[in-house]
């Protein structure tokens, strides 16, 4: 799963070299990632003072109109400690899909009680995440570590997916993936389409190893997530291709050393860049109740930072660097027709609450992959191979696509 988890495919599959901790290992320069063995970054009173995309996305501007009320996110990762400082009072019941012992409350990793940090914690002697008024609904899944030492339920990705789209929860976030195709997972984000939610993935890690697509991220009902740097640089490990929908902070994000909670260590990678496109997506939401899935990701889609043409994709950036506070504090962007989805510019089977525009939706390059086959990491889009000037929440940031390498993760990989 995220950041330390080796589950689905595509998503999180941040550079995992998995000792104890998955700890990724950043390889660009500025923004070195929770390798393995790394000390701790800071003791969870002052962990915050490392969450350094806050300012750069305007978040206090945001958290004057909204902090994400009403919204609940599904984490489908190694589990929700509801226990830390930050989480207490945030997370609800949710469901554990590895059939195993201990419950979708026990994380055995801490991987997932970072994500849930990133999206929805409070603060509280720890994580100040970017929608802290969410609820997080936790599913847990087992990883290649956990199959090791556990009987678990060898379907528990397709099971997680499933579960979350029948929660009560808008948006899934999932930050890992796996590189192998899977007809169940398939028909699990299918679902998840038709039931009108925003289902979240990390594109993984491994883009210096193979750059092989994961899933569920590259299937086209999934919003692939690719992590940047602080200097809006597209990682190395982030992998690319047509997998990638969006690109949000992702290099130099604290997260829990392990499933102690004792201390948070320097991390990186896709996983957590997922967390914090949801947590975008969830304060967008929040101010646009009667929107759909679809006018909330369009929207999303439509305000991310870019110098290169709306009806063109890059690679490495998929549509944009995300910028929620151009919608939120400077209300830009055109939520178009509520039931055409911008993944596939195809009318989609629920168009949840609001009416229907009459009005067709914008024009979006569709996201199109094969089914159950690997997809190539291709694009016409080049514009990531220079420096593009972009804007990530109120800060001016320059873009620099860098293809990179990561850690990769058996089967189901966290992304960092």
């Known amino acids: 799963m995220t950041a330390g988890m080796s589950q689905v495919r595509k998503r999180s599959t941040p550079h995992v ?8 290992v950043a390889a660009l320069g500025a923004w070195t990632i929770g390798v393995a063995g790394l000390a701790p970054a800071a003791a969870a009173a002052d962990v915050q003072s490392k969450q350094w995309y806050l300012d750069a996305m305007g978040a206090k501007d945001i958290w004057k109109i909204t902090t994400g009320e009403g919204i609940k996110v599904a984490v489908i990762d190694t589990g929700v400690n509801p226990s830390t400082p930050s989480l207490k009072g945030q997370v609800l019941p949710g469901f554990d899909a590895t059939e195993s012992t201990g419950g979708e409350t026990d994380d055995y990793l801490g991987h997932g009680t970072t994500m849930a940090e990133l999206i929805a914690g409070t603060g509280e002697g720890g994580l100040k995440g970017l929608a802290p008024s ?8 087992n990883d290649p570590e956990f199959d090791k030492t556990h009987k678990v339920n060898p379907s528990s990705t397709s099971d997680a ?13 999932m930050s890992f993936g796996t590189p192998f195709a899977d007809s169940r997972i398939r028909a699990a984000t299918e679902y998840a389409m038709s039931k009108g939610k925003l289902f979240f993935a990390s594109t993984g890690n491994n883009a210096e190893e193979g750059n092989k697509p994961e899933y569920p991220a590259a299937y086209q009902d999934v919003i692939g997530v690719a992590s940047a740097d602080r200097k809006g640089k597209v990682a190395e490990y982030s992998q690319n291709g047509d997998d990638v929908d969006l690109a949000s902070p992702g290099n130099e994000i604290p997260r ?9 260590c320097d991390g990186e990678g896709t996983s957590p860049a997922t967390a914090i496109a949801s947590a975008s997506a969830a304060l967008v939401w929040s101010v646009h109740p009667t929107w759909t899935a679809n006018q909330v990701l369009r929207v999303l889609f439509d305000t991310a930072g870019r110098t290169w043409a709306d009806n063109e994709r890059s690679k490495y950036l998929g549509h944009g660097l995300i910028r929620p506070a151009t919608v939120i504090v400077d209300k830009k962007g055109d939520p178009g027709a509520a039931d055409i989805s911008p993944l596939t510019n195809q009318k989609t089977p629920v168009a949840a609450t609001a009416p229907t525009s009459s009005a067709p939706a914008p024009s979006q390059p569709a996201k199109s992959k094969p089914a159950d086959k690997p997809v190539v990491a291709a694009s016409s889009q080049k514009t990531g191979d220079s420096q593009v000037g972009l804007i990530v929440g109120l800060v001016a940031v320059v873009v620099v696509v860098l293809a990179g390498g990561g850690f990769l ?3 189901r990989r966290r992304s960092s």
Do not use: H
């Open 17 to 24: 070299l998995r000792r104890g901790l998955l700890c990724t």
């Open 134 to 141: 969410v609820k997080i609904i936790p599913i847990r899944v």
């Open 161 to 173: 997916i499933r579960a979350a789209v029948d929660s009560d929860a808008q948006i899934i976030s």
């Open 256 to 264: 829990w050393c392990d499933a102690t909670f004792k201390s948070y």
């Open 409 to 411: 993760v058996a089967r």
